[in-house]
């Protein structure tokens, strides 16, 4: 676990990762607004095109069909939720603290700034 980490998410959506990845993506750069956590990083860092070559992303993939509504499918899916709770205890842990995109309190929204503007 390293301190330079922003975020941690998750899904559990029939998209998969692939389709919340490109939520995440559309989102920091102004696409369209679909993800809570890169709405935050897009407050901190509105330039696209500075932000994106210095960001680095690590996933672990669980496999599964989150539509079929089958035991071993639903255990999986738990099995995604947890993972990601156990990597906030760890991080809070070590370092006393969520990751900054994760603590919903410290890091505002982009969103919430243009309506403030608006």
Wanted: with cysteine; aromatic share 12%.
């Amino acid at each position: 676990m390293c301190e330079p980490i922003i975020y941690f998410g998750m899904t559990n959506a029939i998209g998969g990762l692939a389709g919340r990845l490109q939520q995440f993506d559309d989102t920091i750069s102004g696409r369209r607004l679909s993800h809570g956590g890169a709405d935050r990083v897009r407050h901190k860092f509105p330039g696209y095109a500075h932000l994106v070559p210095r960001l680095y992303v690590a996933v672990a993939q669980f496999v599964c069909n989150p539509a079929s509504g089958l035991p071993a499918d639903l255990r999986k899916m738990g099995a995604v939720a947890r993972f990601e709770y156990l990597c906030f205890a760890e991080y809070a842990e070590k370092f006393g603290r969520l990751p900054h995109f994760n603590d919903k309190k410290g890091a505002p929204k982009f969103s919430k700034r243009i309506e403030h503007e608006g």
